[in-house]
């Protein structure tokens, strides 16, 4: 028999409002009911995979030798700082992980820009001042053309006469931002470490009047010349920038050099029409299945087949409002993973069914049929599910490991389905079916139990 049926009801009831409440909404916001300000909010749209909604996978490897090591600690370097450098380039929702021991795989659904990301991520970022003495690189104009892959060159003069060298690289900046002059002009403001701080105050002290050379992966940025002596530790990189050159300058800058040189081998662009056709026929495909499955629980179990399919309705309720405030990424191995969570849920509520029908046989009443079939069914309920969440772990590791994606998406909503699946399955279904039970008291156990 059930304790505090009540406190039960009470808690399935909140936890289904509360999952409808994010089900049905885009962002969460509670205001303080007495100033009517903002005390919390959380997005909670939707996020729908690469398959689902269109946009650009790119496939990255190490600019290296087919025969050279690679450290994997740097490999992970390199992930991290292109996430880094596509997040602020306002990319939502991008994933970007190492696929073996050379290749990076990044994911960007819903992205329309793709040139600025593939520009972006690419890059090494290496920035240089280069001391050129008497010689400027850009023919006597300080400011460079525009910031592009494609600058000038460092050429030495034809008598060779001049050995340049760099007296300091961008490991040596403490912080990068975008600045705009009063006539418009962009430039890019920076702060120097201590050492770097040291390094460029001694060098400009001693070369006034000689000409500083900027440059970003070997291609010239601006070439200054130095007027007076810079102690402060502060400067600005000037250039004929727009709002977008400057800003995927300081993006390069201000999260450092890729430890390891990446080539882009594979792009492939998925388009939105074929990713919405994709979601509707899953939609599709999940509601035919869902109904063949609810008139079987329904015919075959009867009373408790009703029961069950509200269960694996407040399932799906409570299952898609955690994918929607964890930002889960739906895609189509994703819905897979859901679906078949599904099926352990109806999998333990049969289970428990088919004991409880045991019981019925063997003599006992109904209540007492409810509660031995619960109590008897559970170690089998237990062992399987537990099973399924260590598969949906090492499934998620391999998926981790060699960068597959899809491997990835299908266990997490596995796991969480059947986590969740306990709950519905254990704890809703054994509450809804008391609540039925003591409404209608059944007469006719094979009639409304199918025993």
Known sequence: MIRNLTNRIILIVVVVALALWIDFSREITILNPVTDDTLFTQ???????????????????????????????LMDIAREIVQQ???????????????????????FPGLEDTE??????????????????????????????DYSPTGDPVEPPADGSTVYHTIMTGAELESVVVSQAALGAYGIDFVLKTDGSRIFAEHTSANTG??????????????????????????????????????????????????????????????????????????VAGLIGMTIVALFMIIYYRMPGIVAVLSILIYAIVAFAVFKWFHFTLTLAGIAGFLLSTGAALDANILIFERMKEELRNGRNIMQAVDQGWARAWPSIRDSNLSAILTSLILFWFGSTFGATIVKGFSLTLAVGVGISLFTAIYVTHTLLVIF??????KNLERWFGI
């Open 116 to 145: 600025a990301v593939l520009a972006t991520i690419q890059q090494t970022g290496l920035l240089e001042f280069v001391d050129t003495g008497d010689f400027n690189p850009e023919e006597g104009s300080i400011l460079a053309t």
């Open 85 to 107: 450098r596509t997040d602020a380039l306002g990319v939502n929702e991008n994933v970007i992980q190492v696929a073996g021991d050379r290749r990076i795989v990044g994911e």
């Open 210 to 283: 000689k000409i500083l050379t900027i440059l970003l992966d070997k291609q010239v940025i601006s070439a200054p010349v130095i007027n007076d002596a810079i102690t402060g530790g502060t400067g600005t990189i000037s250039g004929n920038f727009t709002y977008e050159s400057s800003n995927a300058f300081a993006i390069q800058l201000r999260y450092g050099s890729l430890p390891v040189p990446l080539k882009i081998v594979e792009t492939r662009i998925i388009g939105p029409t074929l990713g919405a056709d994709s979601l509707n026929k899953s939609l």
């Open 43 to 73: 997005d909670v749209a939707p996020r729908l995979g690469l398959d689902l909604q269109g946009g650009l996978q790119v496939l990255l490897e190490a600019d290296l030798p087919a025969d050279a090591q690679i450290d994997p600690a």
């Open 437 to 442: 039970l003591r409404s209608f008291k059944p």
